[in-house]
């Protein structure tokens, strides 16, 4: 059965850092670009990230760029996503997500049930 | 680049049929067919529903329907039934710079 989990989130200060993580399982991981979306609480989704399958193709939204790194080892089925210099606006529920077909403009077949990551002091 | 523009929310009664937008412009939904709609039930993940503006993943009803016409995409939702109600999201591909744009999502009441 394919699944992604993600695992990582949690309580913050800000200017903190975390790492979050997306084990997956049921397909060929690294056939597909994969991202990471967020939504902050009671908003809309915000797309965060993709990296291709081999990882040498990587782009970022610029409200995370500088301070967000995506990287993924296929050898394990697990993307990452280390989040540095946290501000407050980060608070999100932050989903890893499938590429439909591979690619990442397609559309989004595949979601996990996101893991919280809440910046506060 | 801004999020793509829907209406906050849109009603109907069962049976009934209706229409969310999607607005963007040149650089987004008007140069690629490359849209896409989820819909999401609150407290849970999206679910991907329309994909290359028209095209169904399998195991999607076929009350679901997506088109678009320049610089905006629609998700036309028939025979609405009460399970129906959740909110709805468009997404766009960008370019490779600005890369995935979503709508900022349409709460769908089934009255």
Redesign the interface.
């Known amino acids: 059965q394919v699944h992604l989990v993600e695992s990582g989130g949690g309580l913050v200060k800000p200017g903190g850092s975390l790492r979050l993580s997306c084990a997956a399982s049921g397909f060929t991981f690294s056939d597909y670009y994969m991202?990471w979306i967020r939504q902050a609480p009671g908003k809309?989704?915000?797309?965060v990230s993709?990296i291709s399958g081999s990882g040498f193709i990587i782009?970022y939204?610029d409200s995370v760029k500088g301070r967000f790194t995506v990287s993924r080892d296929n050898a394990k089925n697990s993307l990452y996503l280390q989040v540095n210099s946290l501000r407050v606006e980060d608070t999100a529920v932050y989903?890893c997500v499938r590429g439909?077909n591979g690619e990442?403009?397609?559309?989004?077949?595949?979601?996990?049930?996101?893991t919280t990551v809440t910046v506060s002091s | 680049q801004s999020a793509l523009t829907q209406p906050a929310s849109v009603s109907g009664s069962p049976g009934q049929s209706i229409t969310i937008s999607c607005t963007g412009n040149d650089s987004d939904v008007g140069s690629y067919n490359l849209v896409s709609w989820y819909q999401q039930y609150p407290g849970k993940a999206p679910k991907f529903m329309i994909y290359e503006v028209s095209k169904r993943p399998s195991g999607v009803s076929n009350r679901f329907s997506g088109s678009k016409s320049g610089n905006t995409a629609s998700l036309t939702i028939s025979g609405l039934q009460a399970e129906d109600e959740a909110n709805y999201y468009c997404c766009s591909y960008a370019g490779t710079i600005t890369s995935l744009l979503f709508g900022g999502g349409t709460k769908l009441t089934v009255l």
């Not at chain 1, 990442?104 to 996101?114: F, K, R, S, V």
């Open positions: 991202n809309g989704l915000e797309w993709y782009y939204a989903y439909y990442p403009y397609y559309g989004m077949d595949l979601w996990g049930q996101g």
